[in-house]
């Protein structure tokens, strides 16, 4: 997919500060949500409000917020605010944005959203099967990642500069090996919750996290070594470097706390809460990143099949 703009005077985009300024809001409530679905699972409430489209009988009433359904029914509430801003979002979008692809960005986040209140719904009619739970896991996880993206296209900076392209002519890529990098994140993601939700072994979790770890160091290390003088995709590789450590530390945390330390607790122990619950947070912003990456690397950068055979243009790098 190719994000190229026209500049801004032969389009007629401007920027939006109040739009722009609405997505990051969206951004962190969705990060939010994700944080309170995480405490839910942890805290082993996801059956604690039984019934759903309904809260223990009513569309509206505030359940007593004790035990676990302050987390479960917390949740709920949290997830309806999003979804009425993602209704915001999808319209505003279509007012204040006039690239198609943009604008059915906007309804395609209305209908994650939708998918995922279903998915949630379904975890609770169907008592948690491990396969509805971890693909509402994954959901969220994408929904955040497309509302960051939102807010990346409403930005000044992508709106208002015309970027400056290079040339990438390594054999792979750093297009390709962003896209290696989201892939691998979204099969630990799947292998993390499915081990979380109870229908995988742990092995294949610590499996890929090795595979991870080597292809999102190499995909960082390449961007940083090879195109440090374009700044988004410098603070994207970096930033993936940074969450990838704290990862890795956080998930041997997770480790210890639920399985070595946590196996006989009669209920979950804070300890256990807190690291699993970041381990979920900082595997969303680590899915995020890749996502922010690929997209600088698509807009800045042009594969080696794309190369003029004479360049006299855009920046040749192969390191
Ligand atoms: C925008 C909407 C929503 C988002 C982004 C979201 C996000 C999440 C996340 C990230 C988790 C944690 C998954 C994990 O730790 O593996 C979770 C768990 C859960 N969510 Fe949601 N959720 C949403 C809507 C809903 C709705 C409407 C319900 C309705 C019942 C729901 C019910 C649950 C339940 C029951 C769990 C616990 C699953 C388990 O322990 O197996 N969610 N949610
Ligand atoms: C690149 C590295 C890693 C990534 C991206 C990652 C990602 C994830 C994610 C997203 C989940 C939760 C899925 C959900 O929402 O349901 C998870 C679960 C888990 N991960 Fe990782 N992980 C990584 C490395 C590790 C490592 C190295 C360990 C242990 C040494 C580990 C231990 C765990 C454990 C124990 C759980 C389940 C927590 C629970 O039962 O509540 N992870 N991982």
Redesign the pocket.
């Known amino acids: 997919m190719e994000f190229h703009l026209k500049s801004p005077h032969t389009s007629g985009l401007t920027y939006n500060p109040a739009y722009h300024r609405f997505t990051i809001f969206l951004s962190v409530c969705?990060f939010l949500?994700?944080?309170?679905?995480?405490l839910?699972?942890?805290n082993?409430?996801?059956?604690a409000?039984p019934d759903?489209?309904t809260s223990f009988g009513s569309f509206y009433k505030i359940p007593p917020m004790v035990g676990g359904v302050k987390y479960?029914h917390g949740?709920?509430m949290?997830?309806?605010f999003?979804?009425f801003l993602?209704i915001i979002l999808a319209i505003w979008t279509q007012r204040s944005d006039c690239r198609p692809a943009i604008r059915k960005l906007g309804w395609f986040a209305l209908a994650l959203?939708i998918a995922?209140?279903?998915?949630?719904?379904l975890?609770?009619k169907m008592l948690?099967p491990?396969y509805?739970?971890?693909g509402?896991?994954m959901?969220?996880?994408t929904?955040?990642s497309l509302t960051i993206l939102m807010s990346i296209f409403a930005s000044r900076r992508w709106i208002e500069t015309e970027p400056q392209h290079f040339q990438d002519i390594a054999p792979v890529g750093l297009r390709t090996l962003s896209l290696f990098a989201l892939a691998a994140v979204y099969v630990q993601l799947f292998l993390?919750?499915a081990f979380?939700?109870g229908g995988m072994h742990f092995i294949y979790h610590i499996i890929g996290a090795g595979v991870a770890t080597a292809i999102l160091l190499w995909t960082s290390i390449r961007a940083l070594t090879a195109f440090p003088q374009v700044r988004p995709i410098r603070a994207a590789a970096s930033a993936i470097l940074g969450l990838l450590v704290l990862q890795l530390v956080l998930g041997f945390g997770a480790y210890l706390t639920r399985i070595e330390w946590g196996k006989d607790a009669a209920q979950p122990r804070m300890s256990m809460v807190l690291t699993?619950?970041a381990h979920?947070a900082i595997g969303?912003l680590l899915l995020a990143h890749c996502f922010m990456l690929s997209v600088q690397a698509y807009r800045y950068l042009s594969s080696r099949s794309l190369a003029p055979a004479v360049a006299p243009g855009p920046k040749v790098v192969t390191a």
């Open positions: 969705v949500l994700i944080v309170a679905g995480a839910v699972t942890s082993d409430a996801g059956l409000v759903w489209p479960e949740h709920r949290i997830a309806q999003v979804g993602t959203v995922q209140g279903i998915l949630g719904g975890t609770v948690l491990w509805v739970s971890t509402h896991a959901l969220a996880q929904f955040f993390g919750g979380r939700h699993t619950v979920v969303a």
